[in-house]
Antibody, heavy 122, light 110 residues
Framework: QLQLRESGPGLVKPSETLSLTCTVSGGSISNSYYYWAWIRQPPGKGLEWIGSIYYSGSTYYNPSLKSRVTISVDTSKNQFSLKLSSVTAADTAMYYC??????????????WGQGTLVTVSS | QSVLTQPPSASGTPGQRVTISCSGSSSNIGINTVNWYQQLPGTAPKLLIYTNNQRPSGVPDRFSGSKSGTSASLAISGLQSEDEADYYCSTWDGSLNRYVFGTGTKVTVL
């Protein structure tokens, strides 16, 4: 069974870049059925998809965040990462990494990390 | 602002049936499958229903999903205290070109 764990700073200053890594265990990040995703949830609010990456490096992002987001993958370490630039207080949220299982007829986030809270504050 | 609308809350006594609606449009639910996630207090979301009405292994059969047109529903039959959680619907929106989640419904067991 896949397990995901987020890691990174819990506090980021305004205008700086938020950087998080998700480490995958229990399976290969090169699994052809999976995309690897970042999803966030501001305190007390709903879920927002940030973007996804395939093991080949192919990415697609939420258009509302696209100008500030970079997601990358390191297959040798079984990890993928998120960078979000020019952060503001509005980027304060619990950040989750997740797997996205995808076939021609199915498409869903089936495994989730425990989440890591990132606060943007000076 | 979410494009999938859910009632903010739902409640019932133990054993009752509770239904949660998820209203979308022709660019999301109307053309794509719907998934449901359960988020217990203080925990990460968990896949509850996928592809409109399929239950992952380990999910009790008192949870069921359905979809019709541009709306979807999640039903909880035989409500139990451990079902107190937030529930989110989700799908891909072909016009917005992004995954969208519903506004979320908090289920309370009275």
């Amino acid at each position: 069974q896949l397990q995901l764990r987020e890691s990174g700073p819990g506090l980021v200053k305004p205008s700086e870049t938020l950087s998080l890594t998700c480490t995958v265990s229990g399976g290969s990040i090169s699994n052809s059925y999976y995309y690897w995703a970042w999803i966030r949830q501001p305190p007390g609010k709903g879920l927002e998809w940030i973007g996804s990456i395939y093991y080949s490096g192919s990415t697609y992002y939420n258009p509302s965040l696209k100008s500030r987001v970079t997601i990358s993958v390191d297959t040798s370490k079984n990890q993928f990462s998120l960078k979000l630039s020019s952060v503001t207080a509005a980027d304060t949220a619990m950040y989750y990494c997740a797997t996205k299982y995808t076939t021609s007829s199915e498409d869903y986030f089936d495994y989730w990390g425990q989440g890591t809270l990132v606060t943007v504050s000076s | 602002q979410s494009v999938l609308t859910q009632p903010p809350s739902a409640s019932g006594t133990p054993g009752q049936r509770v239904t949660i609606s998820c209203s979308g449009s022709s660019s999301n639910i109307g053309i794509n499958t719907v998934n449901w996630y359960q988020q217990l207090p203080g925990t990460a979301p968990k896949l509850l229903i996928y592809t409109n009405n399929q239950r992952p292994s380990g999910v009790p059969d008192r949870f069921s999903g359905s979809k019709s047109g541009t709306s979807a529903s999640l039903a909880i039959s035989g409500l139990q205290s451990e079902d107190e959680a937030d529930y989110y619907c989700s799908t891909w929106d072909g016009s917005l070109n992004r995954y969208v989640f519903g506004t979320g419904t908090k289920v309370t067991v009275l």
